[in-house]
């Protein structure tokens, strides 16, 4: 047993009329301690009857005794507290005079007066726990509840434990500091390891040791915040069907990780906005950099080693559908149905982006390895992997490359990734890089690759980016350069995606306001038309399309006085 555990149960079966303080850090489970407490001693407590009070709202000495008096129990009913019991808990003599005397005393001047000091008289042979000192209204001063628990210590033969956090309490100077020493007879401090918080919220947690060992990590001993991550970690583990064990590893560092960003403060390494955009890597400053620079460096640099010595490298897509949904701070069927596809797709990469991880790894901690075994180990990593990279990775692996003195692998690795990245063309917009590339090489290619996207990227890629994303000037050129045999093709196609959809978004090219104009003014009315008569075509092919159609087709006026203004 803990020396805290052992002084709160040595207290709490004391016969010795005293008050002590049990404080800890925010969230830490003080009062989760002292409920435990309360559990295994209930038969043996040192006093007759039970009272727990919250401080929290009480804004005047009055409310406060009301409230210990309204909570007042049986010893052996102490573990209950907080709830509803029959009055038949509390003092009899009082609480039957009460009731008894309620008409009589509704109609006596000053009947509230009688009814606090009977409601005081009945607080006597009483252990008492008032918490979230800290929090308490400032109607209600330092000094009233200090003086209470002291007269309910010397005068009605009680017992008080005060919970509170000191972190949020006044310094030298206040009322609590001037006057614990005459008050307390001592003050126990909870600092407990996280192994030991994270057993208050997930028991032995056999099942869930991936999430459990990253908040161990993190070095977590804030109840609430393990609380949160457990929330998300059970409701992901429910609505994911993924099996793969690397991929659940990597869930459970981003939700740990992402909950502390969201609601620990300065507890957390790295913000969510931050972690969001989080490659790995810090840029060295050119010669000349300012002081500010360098302190601003430093710090990045410390950030990026506590996030690998935790294991987290860079965020995925994954990472950021996790991160999305901690960041809304509730779930829904859009934000799980995003994780879910984004889980499916890395599933299948998983094995491959572990290498890499593991690569980035060796570099940074294993300094048993020589320089070849290293770049090595980036070579087989990136050939499994290479399909799957962005470009900020490929950024960070070519200036890994560069400082390496490595120039002419960092060149071939361009040529190679803009050569796949030109045949898939899945960088679908410019503005989805989460930052520009540092590196010439990457950023002229990036150019070319953009500068041939109306002619070369797809007219399935570009609508499936505008259904999905927004527009852009890169996506909307595509559908200015397609004919209307080049609709007609893809709309016919059995490939088409959601074809309502697709139909719906290009109709609304014939809006005074859209967004293709938004994107390529003046490009609106041509996609409306080449998009209109493809559809007129398929219509025509037989009865049953133009049935089906019917709903979609309402614009044949339109069509028609543009094609004779043209």
């Given at each position: ?357 593991m690569a980035w790894m060796d570099y940074h901690n294993n300094f048993s390895k020589t320089q070849e ?30 400082d390496m003195g490595m120039n002419d692998e960092a060149n071939a690795l361009i040529i190679r990734f803009f ?148």
């Amino acid at each position: 047993m803990s020396v805290v555990k052992e002084a709160l149960e040595n207290f709490a079966v004391s016969s010795e009329r005293s008050a002590i303080v049990l404080k800890g850090k925010w969230g830490v489970g003080k009062t989760f301690l002292w409920e435990g407490v309360l559990k295994r001693k209930k038969e043996s407590l040192g006093a007759t009857y039970y009272s727990y009070v919250s401080l929290f709202g009480l804004s005047s000495l009055k409310e406060l005794k009301r409230t210990i008096y309204e909570n007042l129990l049986k010893k052996e009913h102490a573990a209950d507290s907080g709830g509803v019991r029959s009055v038949e808990d509390r003092l009899e003599s009082i609480a039957g005079f009460l009731r008894r005397n309620t008409k009589l005393l509704s109609g006596v001047k000053g009947a509230g007066a009688i009814v606090d000091t009977y409601q005081a008289a009945a607080i006597h042979d009483a252990l008492i726990c008032i918490d979230d000192f800290e929090r308490k209204s400032k109607g209600l001063s330092d000094a009233e509840v200090l003086g209470l628990i002291s007269m309910l210590v010397e005068k009605r033969n009680c017992k008080v434990i005060l919970i509170l956090n000191e972190d949020e309490l006044g310094g030298e100077g206040s009322e609590f500091s001037e006057y614990r020493e005459k008050v307390f007879s001592y003050e126990v401090e909870y600092q407990p390891a996280s192994a030991e918080s994270v057993r208050v919220v997930f028991g032995d947690g056999a099942e869930q040791k991936d999430i459990i060992d990253r908040v161990v990590k993190l070095g977590l001993t804030n109840v609430r915040l393990i609380r949160k991550i457990k929330f998300y970690y059970d409701y992901l583990r429910d609505a994911v069907k993924v099996q793969n064990a690397r991929l659940w590893s990597d869930i459970s560092s981003t939700i740990a990780l992402a909950v502390l960003a969201r609601y620990g403060g300065e507890l957390s390494p790295i913000t969510l906005e931050e972690l969001e955009h989080f490659e790995g890597t810090v840029e060295t400053p050119l010669g000349g950099a300012t002081g500010s620079e360098l302190e601003e460096l430093e710090a990045k640099q410390a950030q990026v080693q506590t996030l690998r010595n935790y294991g987290y490298f860079f965020t995925s897509d994954l990472d950021r559908a996790v991160i999305s949904l901690v960041r809304q701070g509730y779930v829904d069927s859009e934000l799980i149905s995003n994780i879910a596809a984004a889980a499916e797709h890395q599933a299948g990469i998983a094995d491959a982006e572990y290498e890499y991880r593991m690569a980035w790894m060796d570099y940074h901690n294993n300094f048993s390895k020589t320089q070849e075994t290293i770049f090595e180990s980036f070579r087989l990593a990136l050939d499994s992997y290479f399909e799957h990279m962005s470009v900020e990775r490929l950024d960070g692996v070519v200036h890994l490359y560069r400082d390496m003195g490595m120039n002419d692998e960092a060149n071939a690795l361009i040529i190679r990734f803009f050569e796949n990245l030109n045949r898939v063309r899945t960088l679908a917009d410019r503005e989805d890089l989460w930052d520009e590339p540092r590196d010439e090489r990457i950023r002229a290619a990036l150019d070319n690759y953009f500068a041939g996207f109306g002619s070369t990227m797809s007219l399935k890629v570009a609508l499936e980016h505008l259904l999905t994303k927004r527009s852009t000037a890169a996506s909307v050129a595509v559908l200015c350069n397609s004919s209307s045999a080049d609709f007609l093709d893809y709309l016919t196609s059995p490939t088409t995606t959601d074809f309502k959809a697709v139909v719906k978004l290009l109709l609304s090219a014939s809006g005074s306001s859209n967004i293709f104009d938004d994107a390529v003014p003046g490009s609106a009315k041509g996609i409306f038309m080449n998009a209109y008569e493809a559809l007129r075509m398929i219509r025509s092919k037989s009865r049953l399309n133009e049935h089906r159609l019917a709903p979609l087709m309402t614009m044949d006026e339109q069509y028609e006085s543009y094609q004779n203004i043209l």
